[in-house]
């Protein structure tokens, strides 16, 4: 079973670091789609769904902001930032998920979908 990082601190936050709408301070990389096969690069700063989206692979998502759990995907490799609202119970944290929507990759990631 793979370890994977989820980094939620509200004092580390990846705005709180140097990001910002226009590309944050993480490092790009490869993004791989393991439901569909698909993959991808992602630049600094982009979200789960963006990368997920220019790789050809749909997330459903609604609030866009951390709140409702519909965006919510299992990560199977790397780490992301991530600044959800509460959307996300622990349990399902503790087992590798987060909410896209919120997420930026910290370089190379996988997610299940
Ligand atoms: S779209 Fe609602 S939590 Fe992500």
């Known amino acids: 079973m793979k370890r ?12 709180q670091r140097g990001g910002n709408l226009a590309g944050g ?15 991808g690069r992602h630049p ?7 990368a997920a989206l220019n790789a050809g692979v ?15 995907v299992r990560l ?4 992301v930032d991530t600044e959800d609202a509460g959307g996300l119970a622990e349990d399902a944290r503790a087992a590798g998920y987060v909410l896209a929507c919120c997420s930026r990759p910290r370089g190379a990631v996988s997610a299940e979908a």
Not at 25 to 39: A, N
Not at 76 to 79: N, R
């Open 76 to 79: 199977t490799g790397g780490a």
């Open 25 to 39: 301070k993480q490092p790009g990389g490869e993004v791989r789609f393991t439901l569909s096969g698909k993959r």
């Open 58 to 72: 749909w997330i459903d998502s609604s609030c866009q902001q951390g709140v409702c759990g519909s965006c919510r």
């Open 44 to 50: 600094p700063g982009e979200t789960l769904p963006e």
């Open 4 to 15: 994977v990082l989820v980094k939620k601190s509200a004092s580390t936050t990846w705005r």
